[in-house]
């Protein structure tokens, strides 16, 4: 599981089952129907731009700090 997790190309699948898997588990007997495998691609998808966020601030932070030093 580790050596999928470190990854870099199967990490996003393996996030997308987990998140799949999370939805089927909380749902109960409704889970697997198209409007929630559409809620579950909607979830995964935001991830994306969350990511690019926390990138670029992080990116952000560090050339301000070597800009100060």
């Known amino acids: 599981m580790r050596s999928l997790w470190n990854n870099r190309t199967a990490r996003p699948y393996l996030l997308l ?3 799949i ?3 089927s588990a909380l749902g109960g007997d409704t ?3 198209v ?3 559409r809620s579950v ?3 995964f998808a935001t991830l ?3 990511a690019l966020g926390l990138g670029l601030t992080i990116l952000a932070a560090t050339s301000t ?5």
């Open 17 to 19: 089952v987990i998140m």
């Open 21 to 23: 898997a999370v939805f």
């Open 31 to 33: 889970v697997l129907t």
């Open 35 to 37: 409007a929630t495998l």
């Open 41 to 43: 691609l909607q979830h």
């Open 48 to 50: 994306g731009p969350v």
């Open 65 to 69: 700090s070597r800009l100060r030093a």
